[in-house]
DNA sequence: CCCTTAATGGGTTTCTGGTTCCGTTAAGAT
DNA sequence: ATCTTAACGGAACCAGAAACCCATTAAGGG
């Protein structure tokens, strides 16, 4: 047999109860994050709101950097639509609104913000992060290769650039000035950069 | 006599002792800030570092968030200087040299992160934060309006907004994506800002 | 259906931050 | 120089989160 990791269990009995106990506690989590804060996420309360031995959730996730990172582990795995409105200028606002809902739904941000604290001091957390919004930019570049494909916008434009280009405004704000984001901001967002895009400000030789 | 609020010793006598006090504590905060960040920062540590009894770190500054939060207050007081190359194009990208320079030190950059970190759960941070970005931004402002009256961009066009616009993308990847971020990335941020400002995207008409 | 043991859970102990008490130091006024 | 008291600091004290122990439950294989 070997070494038995005690971080992972669950991978020999995943059944029911397992499974479970992990899906209310991830539940009372991010409950609690809206709550408290990650800075107020204490193992015995999210036990409690679980409904679970304190015991076992010391045991599974350790600290409260490894509760948020598994929660940003399990939302990384859940694909978000991304639209097709036929034209760049449309799939850059359906981008911006898409970023804006999940900075302003209440549970989703305040994960979001959660994790962002908790990757500051935990390794695992910010790979969790980077997963999480790896995926996202590569779902949405494509809209980008497809506007460049029928001409919308120079060769060479890094669709991963552009999409990353219209979430750091919302972010800054989210994170940074700690402002409040709305539709306006999202469609700012977008024009801006597809403004910069279109000027070719986004293609490789302009690095 | 009034009712002593407790939370500002050091307005009556501020001479010499208290003040060398909180010089050592600040000094140390921002120490262990590097070292443990601030999830790992406790008052307790600091003081010791600071070679001060604890129980006058708890007395002035209460906890983490009062600290990071009076660190801040100190950074925001000074001022940074504000480059003026002559065109737009030198001045951003001054601009951006200059918050890449503040995200990469060690220091100021554990700072920064360890407030924003704080500003997540402590309002008096998030105020601290923003108080410090206002400053900084207002200032480069003046730049970009200078740009407008050299009519090297378009009338309307929204000096702040452009200056925030120049430092999201950094902050992006600091906090969000935390990527490490070099010149490249400040130079193209830089750009891309300024080719969307020509084509009018900060000018108030474009909403 | 039964058996093995992975996984959970209640209760207790430990320990580290945080609080309070009170004596000491020295800033600033006279 | 002297006095008042703001501000500091050491040490004991307290609370609540983290770790541990061992009994109980039920997943999955036969």
Redesign the pocket.
């Given at each position: 047999?070997e070494p038995?990791t005690?971080l992972?269990?669950?991978?020999?009995?995943?059944?029911?109860?397992?499974?479970?106990?992990?899906a209310?506690v991830l539940d009372a989590t991010q409950d609690e994050l809206v709550d408290v804060g990650f800075h107020?996420?204490?193992?015995?309360?999210v036990?409690a709101r679980?409904?679970?031995?304190?015991?076992?959730?010391?045991?599974?996730w350790?600290?409260?950097g490894g509760l948020v990172t598994d929660l940003m582990v399990e939302l990384a795995d859940q694909s978000t639509p991304h639209a097709d409105t036929g034209s760049i200028e449309g799939d850059l606002r359906a981008n911006a609104m898409s970023v804006l809902g999940a900075i302003n739904d209440q549970r989703l941000g305040a994960t979001l913000q959660a994790v962002i604290a908790a990757a500051t001091c935990d390794p695992a957390a910010a790979d969790a992060l980077n997963a999480f919004y790896l995926r996202r930019v590569k779902e949405w570049a494509t809209a980008v290769d497809r506007a460049v494909e029928r001409g919308e916008l120079p060769a060479g434009t890094d669709g991963a650039e552009v999409i990353r280009a219209v979430s750091a405004p919302l972010y800054y704000r989210l994170v940074v000035t700690r402002e409040p984001v709305d539709e306006r901001h999202a469609e700012r967002a977008a024009a801006r950069v597809l403004a910069a895009a279109r000027a070719g400000a986004f293609a490789e030789a302009a690095g």
């Open positions: 047999m038995q005690h992972k269990p669950g991978r020999v009995r995943p059944g029911g109860r397992t499974a479970k106990v992990r209310a107020g996420l204490a193992m015995d309360r036990a679980a409904g679970v031995g304190k015991t076992t959730v010391y045991r599974r350790r600290d409260p």
